[in-house]
């Protein structure tokens, strides 16, 4: 079994920071893509950033030059930097990893349990 476990979540006041972080445990041969996603309450989740096993990523437009993605391959492990932190950033932040399990015969999907995260004064 693979199993995500998400931490760093929490209510800040605007202008705030917060560092999410997702550990991936279990079986796991090979990690491609680690990404974050988030929901609001009766709206689609978005993508967030992502990062990729050669080190790109990408972010979303809303969240340029505040937030920063990494990752520690050696511990299978994805981080979320937020800055500056907005009312509007005020949602359930999913990770979510491409892992090839040991014996699998291809990548699969995994998501974390979700982390709340509130920018409110």
């Known amino acids: 079994q693979v199993q995500l476990v998400e931490s760093g979540g929490g209510l800040v006041q605007p202008g705030g920071s917060l560092r999410l972080s997702c550990a991936a445990s279990?079986?796991?041969?090979?990690?491609?893509?680690m990404d974050w996603y988030r929901q609001e309450p009766g709206k689609q989740r978005e993508l967030v950033a992502s990062s990729t096993s050669g080190g790109v990523t990408r972010y979303a437009d809303s969240v340029k030059g505040r937030f920063t993605i990494s990752r520690d391959n050696a511990k299978n492990t994805v981080y979320l930097q937020m800055n500056n932190l907005k009312p509007e950033d005020t949602a359930v932040y999913y990770c979510?990893?491409?892992?090839?399990?040991?014996?699998?015969?291809?990548?699969?999907?995994?998501w974390g349990q979700g982390t709340q995260v509130t920018v409110s004064s």
């Open positions: 279990g079986r796991i041969f090979s990690i491609n893509a």
């Open positions: 979510n990893m491409n892992i090839w399990k040991i014996f699998g015969k291809n990548y699969a999907e995994y």
